[in-house]
């Protein structure tokens, strides 16, 4: 697969479980995944920085059998979900976890914090994420 530089940057910093977004010189805003206009204030120029990958789930979207992924089933329980990261951008991303199992449980729970969970796939690393042990413990 030949990347794009920019995106080359992005998944090999994924390989080595750095986190990069850019950083509006303007504003200030995190965007997250990396954007090179900034979608708070409309300026037009980002520089790279990192983010921490800690952050919270604010919903909890179950797979239903027609989108379920097997290879995301092979590596645990899944859904989708909305995550804000501490630096503050929101997202939508695959969370292990929780599934239907435990998803009303969870939904009671929410927002709940998460970390980031590098998944090798398809050769190159991908970033997800995964609600804290704390969480699914009690
Ligand atoms: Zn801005």
């Not at 303007?26 to 979608?39: S, T």
Request: charged share 25%; hydrophobic share 35%.
């Amino acid at each position: 697969m030949k990347l794009e530089r920019n995106v080359k940057k992005f998944y090999d910093g994924l390989a080595e479980g750095v986190i990069y977004a850019r950083k509006c010189k303007e504003c200030g805003a995190i965007e997250f995944p990396p954007h090179y206009a900034c979608n708070t204030c409309g300026y037009h120029d980002t520089e790279w920085t990192t983010v921490s990958g800690k952050g919270v789930l604010k919903s909890v979207i179950t797979p239903v059998a027609l989108n379920a992924n097997n290879t995301l089933a092979a590596i645990g329980p899944y859904c989708f979900g909305e995550v804000e990261l501490e630096e503050g951008c929101s997202f939508n991303s695959t969370i292990f976890g929780v599934d239907a199992k435990n998803a009303k449980k969870i939904r009671g729970k929410l927002p709940v914090p998460v970390h980031p969970k590098f998944i090798q796939m398809d050769g190159y690393t991908t970033l997800m994420f995964e609600v804290d042990e704390e969480v699914l413990a009690d």
